[in-house]
T-cell receptor, first 110, second 114 residues
Framework: GENVEQHPSTLSVQEGDSAVIKCTYS??????FPWYKQELGKRPQLIID?????GEKKDQRIAVTLNKTAKHFSLHITETQPEDSAVYFC?????????FGGGTRLMVKP | DTEVTQTPKHLVMGMTNKKSLKCEQH?????MYWYKQKAKKPPELMFV???????INESVPSRFSPECPNSSLLNLHLHALQPEDSALYLC?????????????FGPGTRLTVT
Protein backbone atom coordinates (compact mmCIF):
# COMPACT_ATOMS: atom_id res chain seq x y z
CA GLY A 1 0.00 0.00 0.00
CA GLU A 2 0.94 3.65 0.00
CA ASN A 3 3.31 4.79 2.69
CA VAL A 4 5.37 7.74 3.86
CA GLU A 5 8.88 7.56 5.25
CA GLN A 6 9.82 10.03 7.94
CA HIS A 7 13.35 10.88 9.10
CA PRO A 8 14.92 11.13 11.55
CA SER A 9 13.05 9.05 14.13
CA THR A 10 14.64 11.03 16.96
CA LEU A 11 16.19 14.48 16.92
CA SER A 12 17.91 16.27 19.76
CA VAL A 13 18.77 19.96 19.43
CA GLN A 14 19.94 22.74 21.68
CA GLU A 15 17.46 25.48 22.51
CA GLY A 16 17.65 28.17 19.84
CA ASP A 17 18.89 25.84 17.12
CA SER A 18 16.84 24.82 14.08
CA ALA A 19 15.23 21.43 13.53
CA VAL A 20 14.37 19.83 10.20
CA ILE A 21 12.21 16.74 9.67
CA LYS A 22 11.77 15.20 6.23
CA CYS A 23 9.12 12.94 4.75
CA THR A 24 9.05 11.07 1.46
CA TYR A 25 5.82 9.75 -0.01
CA SER A 26 4.88 7.50 -2.89
CA UNK A 27 1.40 8.52 -4.10
CA UNK A 28 1.80 11.14 -6.85
CA UNK A 29 -1.91 12.00 -6.61
CA UNK A 30 -1.52 13.39 -3.09
CA UNK A 31 -2.41 17.06 -2.76
CA UNK A 32 -2.55 17.76 0.97
CA PHE A 33 0.34 17.47 3.41
CA PRO A 34 -0.27 18.26 7.10
CA TRP A 35 2.10 18.13 10.04
CA TYR A 36 0.85 17.14 13.50
CA LYS A 37 2.48 17.68 16.88
CA GLN A 38 1.68 15.25 19.68
CA GLU A 39 2.83 15.99 23.21
CA LEU A 40 3.05 13.15 25.71
CA GLY A 41 -0.42 11.98 26.69
CA LYS A 42 -2.13 14.50 24.43
CA ARG A 43 -3.98 14.42 21.12
CA PRO A 44 -2.25 15.07 17.76
CA GLN A 45 -2.68 18.73 16.82
CA LEU A 46 -2.20 20.26 13.39
CA ILE A 47 0.64 22.77 13.39
CA ILE A 48 0.93 23.54 9.68
CA ASP A 49 -0.21 22.12 6.36
CA UNK A 50 0.51 22.69 2.70
CA UNK A 51 -1.31 21.94 -0.53
CA UNK A 52 0.26 20.78 -3.74
CA UNK A 53 -0.14 24.10 -5.55
CA UNK A 54 2.27 25.78 -3.11
CA GLY A 55 5.99 25.12 -2.62
CA GLU A 56 6.47 26.69 0.79
CA LYS A 57 4.38 27.96 3.67
CA LYS A 58 5.49 29.72 6.83
CA ASP A 59 3.84 30.44 10.16
CA GLN A 60 6.09 32.29 12.62
CA ARG A 61 8.87 29.84 13.60
CA ILE A 62 7.45 26.94 11.59
CA ALA A 63 7.72 26.39 7.84
CA VAL A 64 6.94 23.55 5.48
CA THR A 65 8.45 23.02 2.04
CA LEU A 66 7.09 20.69 -0.64
CA ASN A 67 8.89 19.23 -3.62
CA LYS A 68 6.28 17.39 -5.67
CA THR A 69 8.75 16.24 -8.30
CA ALA A 70 10.93 14.52 -5.74
CA LYS A 71 7.88 13.56 -3.61
CA HIS A 72 9.20 14.91 -0.37
CA PHE A 73 8.18 17.58 2.11
CA SER A 74 9.92 18.94 5.15
CA LEU A 75 9.12 20.67 8.43
CA HIS A 76 11.47 23.42 9.57
CA ILE A 77 11.37 24.80 13.12
CA THR A 78 13.62 27.76 13.84
CA GLU A 79 14.70 29.14 17.23
CA THR A 80 13.55 25.97 18.97
CA GLN A 81 12.20 26.19 22.51
CA PRO A 82 11.77 23.50 25.18
CA GLU A 83 8.01 23.53 24.59
CA ASP A 84 8.65 22.35 21.02
CA SER A 85 9.65 18.98 22.51
CA ALA A 86 7.09 16.45 21.25
CA VAL A 87 6.53 13.80 18.60
CA TYR A 88 5.90 15.21 15.14
CA PHE A 89 4.01 13.28 12.46
CA CYS A 90 3.90 14.12 8.79
CA UNK A 91 0.94 12.90 6.75
CA UNK A 92 -0.47 13.06 3.26
CA UNK A 93 -3.84 12.30 1.79
CA UNK A 94 -4.08 9.04 -0.14
CA UNK A 95 -7.55 8.65 -1.58
CA UNK A 96 -9.99 9.63 1.12
CA UNK A 97 -7.74 9.20 4.11
CA UNK A 98 -4.54 10.44 5.68
CA UNK A 99 -1.46 8.26 5.80
CA PHE A 100 0.94 9.09 8.64
CA GLY A 101 4.69 8.89 8.80
CA GLY A 102 6.36 6.96 11.60
CA GLY A 103 6.96 10.05 13.73
CA THR A 104 9.97 12.04 14.94
CA ARG A 105 10.65 12.52 18.61
CA LEU A 106 12.10 16.03 18.96
CA MET A 107 13.92 16.90 22.16
CA VAL A 108 14.95 20.51 22.74
CA LYS A 109 17.56 20.82 25.45
CA PRO A 110 17.55 24.06 27.45
CA ASP B 1 -17.25 24.87 19.26
CA THR B 2 -14.06 23.64 17.57
CA GLU B 3 -13.46 20.57 19.65
CA VAL B 4 -13.89 16.84 19.37
CA THR B 5 -14.76 15.23 22.70
CA GLN B 6 -14.36 11.59 23.71
CA THR B 7 -15.58 9.57 26.65
CA PRO B 8 -14.39 7.88 28.72
CA LYS B 9 -10.82 9.11 29.14
CA HIS B 10 -9.68 5.79 30.50
CA LEU B 11 -11.22 2.33 30.30
CA VAL B 12 -10.13 -0.96 31.79
CA MET B 13 -12.03 -4.00 30.62
CA GLY B 14 -11.78 -7.75 30.78
CA MET B 15 -11.73 -9.94 27.71
CA THR B 16 -15.37 -10.96 28.21
CA ASN B 17 -16.73 -7.44 28.74
CA LYS B 18 -18.76 -5.31 26.36
CA LYS B 19 -18.10 -1.59 26.41
CA SER B 20 -18.49 1.42 24.13
CA LEU B 21 -16.35 4.44 23.33
CA LYS B 22 -18.11 7.67 22.44
CA CYS B 23 -17.07 10.62 20.29
CA GLU B 24 -18.88 13.89 19.64
CA GLN B 25 -18.30 16.97 17.49
CA HIS B 26 -20.46 20.02 16.80
CA UNK B 27 -18.46 21.59 14.00
CA UNK B 28 -20.80 20.37 11.28
CA UNK B 29 -18.17 17.98 9.98
CA UNK B 30 -19.49 15.20 7.77
CA UNK B 31 -16.51 12.86 8.07
CA MET B 32 -15.56 11.05 11.27
CA TYR B 33 -12.76 8.60 11.95
CA TRP B 34 -11.59 6.04 14.47
CA TYR B 35 -7.85 5.51 14.91
CA LYS B 36 -5.85 3.17 17.12
CA GLN B 37 -2.51 4.38 18.44
CA LYS B 38 0.04 2.19 20.17
CA ALA B 39 2.87 3.73 22.17
CA LYS B 40 5.55 5.42 20.07
CA LYS B 41 3.62 4.71 16.85
CA PRO B 42 1.54 6.88 14.48
CA PRO B 43 -2.26 6.75 14.53
CA GLU B 44 -3.52 3.74 12.59
CA LEU B 45 -6.81 4.20 10.75
CA MET B 46 -9.62 1.81 11.67
CA PHE B 47 -12.85 3.23 10.26
CA VAL B 48 -14.09 6.19 8.24
CA UNK B 49 -17.66 7.49 8.20
CA UNK B 50 -18.74 9.87 5.48
CA UNK B 51 -22.20 11.44 5.79
CA UNK B 52 -23.03 8.90 8.50
CA UNK B 53 -22.24 5.94 6.26
CA UNK B 54 -19.27 3.64 6.78
CA UNK B 55 -16.98 4.26 3.84
CA ILE B 56 -13.71 2.64 4.93
CA ASN B 57 -13.05 -0.35 7.17
CA GLU B 58 -9.34 -1.06 7.33
CA SER B 59 -9.72 -4.81 7.86
CA VAL B 60 -10.51 -4.33 11.52
CA PRO B 61 -11.52 -7.46 13.51
CA SER B 62 -15.25 -7.82 14.13
CA ARG B 63 -14.75 -7.43 17.89
CA PHE B 64 -14.66 -3.70 17.05
CA SER B 65 -18.03 -2.45 15.81
CA PRO B 66 -18.48 1.20 14.81
CA GLU B 67 -21.74 3.09 14.80
CA CYS B 68 -22.67 6.59 13.64
CA PRO B 69 -26.13 7.43 15.10
CA ASN B 70 -26.12 10.94 13.65
CA SER B 71 -23.79 13.49 12.10
CA SER B 72 -22.40 14.59 15.48
CA LEU B 73 -21.86 11.25 17.20
CA LEU B 74 -19.60 8.29 16.62
CA ASN B 75 -19.44 5.18 18.78
CA LEU B 76 -17.08 2.24 18.89
CA HIS B 77 -18.55 -0.89 20.46
CA LEU B 78 -16.04 -3.31 21.96
CA HIS B 79 -16.62 -6.99 22.67
CA ALA B 80 -14.32 -9.90 23.49
CA LEU B 81 -11.18 -7.85 23.11
CA GLN B 82 -7.65 -9.19 23.44
CA PRO B 83 -4.81 -7.76 25.56
CA GLU B 84 -3.06 -6.62 22.36
CA ASP B 85 -6.02 -4.32 21.72
CA SER B 86 -4.82 -2.14 24.59
CA ALA B 87 -4.02 1.24 23.05
CA LEU B 88 -5.10 4.87 22.78
CA TYR B 89 -8.24 5.13 20.65
CA LEU B 90 -8.56 8.44 18.89
CA CYS B 91 -11.60 9.89 17.20
CA UNK B 92 -11.23 12.60 14.57
CA UNK B 93 -13.48 14.64 12.33
CA UNK B 94 -13.05 16.72 9.18
CA UNK B 95 -15.42 18.74 6.98
CA UNK B 96 -15.36 16.02 4.30
CA UNK B 97 -13.26 12.98 3.45
CA UNK B 98 -12.13 14.06 -0.01
CA UNK B 99 -9.95 16.93 -1.16
CA UNK B 100 -7.65 17.12 1.80
CA UNK B 101 -9.05 18.73 4.94
CA UNK B 102 -7.61 19.11 8.40
CA UNK B 103 -8.59 16.32 10.75
CA UNK B 104 -9.40 17.45 14.28
CA PHE B 105 -8.54 14.84 16.88
CA GLY B 106 -10.25 14.17 20.17
CA PRO B 107 -8.21 13.59 23.37
CA GLY B 108 -8.56 9.84 23.04
CA THR B 109 -9.64 6.97 25.26
CA ARG B 110 -6.82 4.98 26.81
CA LEU B 111 -8.01 1.38 26.78
CA THR B 112 -6.48 -1.41 28.82
CA VAL B 113 -7.67 -4.97 28.24
CA THR B 114 -6.90 -7.35 31.08
Amino acid sequence: GENVEQHPSTLSVQEGDSAVIKCTYSDSASNYFPWYKQELGKRPQLIIDIRSNVGEKKDQRIAVTLNKTAKHFSLHITETQPEDSAVYFCAYNAGNMLTFGGGTRLMVKP
Amino acid sequence: DTEVTQTPKHLVMGMTNKKSLKCEQHMGHRAMYWYKQKAKKPPELMFVYSYEKLSINESVPSRFSPECPNSSLLNLHLHALQPEDSALYLCASSPKTSGGYEQYFGPGTRLTVT
